[in-house]
Nanobody
Framework: QVQLVESGGGLVQSGGSLRLSCAAS????????MGWYRQGPGKQRELVAD???????NYADSVKGRFTISRDNVKNMVSLQMNSLKPEDTAVYYC??????????????WGQGTQVTVSS
């Protein structure tokens, strides 16, 4: 019943910027961690960045200093500001939310994905 809706993907030149946003809605007891993953052509899905309720943030080494993740706990929304984009950042980006269902089971929820393409 939990839905994650992403927005903000697109085509940008190398060195440009994009901002991705994700809004979670539906029935869930709590969302503990929200984040962004990406999957390039022929590659496995990898963590880009995530953030806990308490504001603890993890970034992939490849995006440190370029990407910034932020979260609104009240609105259950997470954003990813991507600066200094490189062709290697080209991928489908997926929003992820991890938390507890009303039955107190740990759950992972995924958005449909949004395409980010960086041209050289």
């Amino acid at each position: 019943q939990v839905q994650l809706v992403e927005s903000g993907g697109g085509l940008v030149q190398s060195g440009g910027s994009l901002r991705l946003s994700c809004a979670a809605s539906g029935s869930i007891f709590s969302i503990d961690t929200m984040g962004w993953y990406r999957q390039g052509p022929g590659k496995q899905r990898e963590l880009v960045a995530d953030i806990t309720n308490g504001g603890i943030i993890n970034y992939a080494d490849s995006v440190k200093g370029r990407f910034t993740i932020s979260r609104d706990n009240v609105k259950n929304m997470v954003s990813l500001q991507m600066n200094s984009l490189k062709p290697e950042d080209t991928a489908v980006y997926y929003c992820n939310a991890e938390g507890l269902s009303w039955g107190r089971e740990r759950r992972d929820y995924w958005g449909q994905g949004t395409q980010v393409t960086v041209s050289s």
